[in-house]
């Protein structure tokens, strides 16, 4: 999706920690969101990234380094229900660009 | 935040007739967006939306195909024309909501072409 590269999938279990990583075209870039978006369903907003570091939000935390154009999300505790697609989104100029997303399984 | 209501919620088409999709928004909004997602892929953006203007519509998408109307500040519309199964897909609308400018999605419409 545009220049925008993130892991197809990944698996972990219950109760851990997983980081998914996402790089991305500098050029244009305004800040970067992270969404979740389970199946059948539509995405939902989970964290947006303008400035470099760490925002942390319960078990979700985001982090990004505008220098290097990557970004990462980490699901702390995980739960079954974390079972779903992440989709790292780049804002450029108010329009979002979509990565392909990354499936993750979380198994028990 | 804003409640996005989409209609239909799923449709079944033949080939070569037209559906047009209603987004519903519960508060007053400038811009609209319609994305669609193929099946298996991340989301697109077809075109932006907004009130009092011609849509803007993204590389690879054309008003012909998909004529948009935003009539007021809540309510958009998307028609998908002459339909074909290529166009088989989950069509969704979006409005820019939150105080980071995150966009908030209806449930999407879910188009089967025949």
């Known amino acids: 999706g545009q220049n925008i590269d993130q892991p197809t999938e990944m698996t972990a279990t219950e109760g851990a920690i997983v980081q998914i990583n996402c790089t991305y075209q500098?050029?244009?870039?305004?800040?970067l969101f992270w969404y979740q978006q389970h199946a059948g369903e539509a995405p939902t907003f989970l964290s947006y990234?303008?400035?470099?570091g760490l925002e942390e939000k319960g078990r979700f935390s985001s982090f990004l380094s505008r220098s290097k154009g990557y970004s990462y999300l980490l699901l702390k505790e995980l739960q079954m229900k974390d079972s779903a697609s992440y989709l790292c989104?780049?804002?450029?100029?108010?329009?979002?660009?979509f990565g392909q997303g990354t499936e993750l399984s979380v198994k028990p | 935040s804003a409640v996005i209501s989409q209609k239909p919620s799923r449709d079944i088409c033949q080939r070569g007739t037209s559906l047009t999709i209603q987004c519903q928004v519960d508060?007053?909004?400038?811009?609209m967006f319609w994305y669609r997602q193929q099946p298996g892929q991340s989301l697109t953006l077809i075109a932006t939306?907004?009130?009092?203007?011609?849509?803007?519509?993204e590389s690879g998408f054309v008003i012909d195909k998909f004529p948009i109307s935003r009539p007021n500040l809540t309510f958009s519309t998307l028609t998908v024309s002459n339909m074909s199964p290529e166009d088989s897909s989950i069509y969704l609308c979006?409005?820019?909501?939150?105080?980071?400018?995150?966009?908030?999605f209806g449930p999407g419409t879910r188009l089967t072409v025949t």
């Open positions: 979006s409005v820019v909501a939150g105080v980071s400018g995150e966009q908030y």
């Open positions: 500098t050029s244009g870039f305004n800040g």
């Open positions: 990234n303008v400035l470099d």
């Open positions: 989104v780049r804002n450029q100029g108010g329009k979002l660009i």
């Open positions: 508060s007053q909004v400038t811009m």
């Open positions: 939306a907004n009130q009092g203007s011609e849509a803007t519509y």
